[in-house]
């Protein structure tokens, strides 16, 4: 029997008030973790469900215990008052999962500046932000022998064109997180703290990927393939587990996760759409 999990660690998730990073907050509470959510969604959106207080209610319900924290990640000050009330809550940080994301799979004509400016500060900015800030618990948990890691949901790095070709504003936002995980692998690795990257083969159903014309979510997975698969990560060593790029099935397989139906959408379905970034 394992003896891996993630009982009482706490777990500062951005994005969380659904999709992922809810999947993920809710697998952790499973052990018995305590979860710092940060998301800016507060109030009921018919289009996107899913609020703070929501995600908070699943996470409680799924044995965790949860702080709820409106934060946009793009604000420095928002952001350190996060981590000062999750400090102050649960004595302090062992984990970051950096999963807050904004999209556009916009050529550069149809990407106005604003948008640009959103996905570099979501991105980019918001996960360097979270990282910096979260840093000095990290040290502190790294020191005390908590198992320290930083999780970037983030793709694996590749310079072919074609990943760039028509989005080149969204590609180098998200590989911006992944830069951030190559560098921060190397700069944290003497601290003791990992820090990875992990990526979906296929689309995910998520209520983001809704709004995108076209996408038929029937023929996606669901999120907990990725909660799953972060899992393994987090409660890995975080001596020996850093600098990766993982990809979820990939990841699964290594840790005796073969049959991968329970995350189909459609239960028997083999034809799922691929997601970017992967060759």
Same mark, same amino acid.
């Given at each position: ?51 703070? $207080?929501?995600?908070? @209610?699943? &996470? %409680?319900?799924? =044995? #965790?215990?949860?702080?709820? /924290? ?10 350190? $008052?996060?981590?000062? @009330?999750? &400090? %102050?809550?649960? =004595? #302090?940080?062992?984990?970051? /999962? ?182």
């Amino acid at each position: 029997m394992s003896t891996r999990s993630l009982a009482g660690k706490t777990i500062v998730i951005t994005g969380a008030s659904r999709g992922i990073g809810l999947a993920i907050a809710k697998r952790a509470a499973a052990d018995g973790a305590n979860l710092v959510l940060l998301a800016k969604t507060v109030d009921p959106n018919p289009k996107r469900p899913g609020t703070l $207080a929501s995600a908070a @209610a699943e &996470v %409680e319900a799924a =044995g #965790g215990q949860a702080l709820a /924290v409106q934060t946009d990640i793009r604000d420095e000050n928002a952001v350190a $008052a996060a981590v000062k @009330a999750a &400090v %102050e809550r649960f =004595g #302090g940080i062992d984990i970051l /999962v950096n999963n807050a994301s904004a999209i556009s799979l916009t050529p550069t004509p149809m990407t106005p500046m604003k948008r640009f400016d959103l996905m570099f500060g979501v991105n980019v900015r918001g996960t360097y932000c979270c990282t910096q800030a979260c840093l000095p618990e990290l040290i502190k948990s790294a020191q005390t022998g908590r198992n320290p890691h930083v999780l970037n949901m983030s793709p694996p790095l590749s310079m072919k064109p074609h990943w760039f070709k028509h989005h080149v504003a969204y590609t180098m936002a998200k590989y911006g997180m992944s830069e951030c995980t190559l560098g921060h692998a190397a700069e944290f690795e003497p601290l003791g703290i990992a820090v990875n990257s992990l990526w979906p083969r296929t689309a995910i159903a998520t209520a983001a990927l809704q709004m995108i014309p076209g996408v038929d979510l029937a023929l996606c997975r669901k999120p907990e393939i990725l909660s799953d698969a972060a899992w393994y990560i987090l409660t890995s060593d975080a001596k020996d587990t850093t600098g990766n790029f993982f990809i979820d099935d990939e990841l699964l397989a290594e840790n005796g996760v073969t049959d991968l139906d329970r995350y189909a959408v459609t239960p028997g379905n083999t034809n799922f759409i691929p997601d970017f970034f992967v060759d």
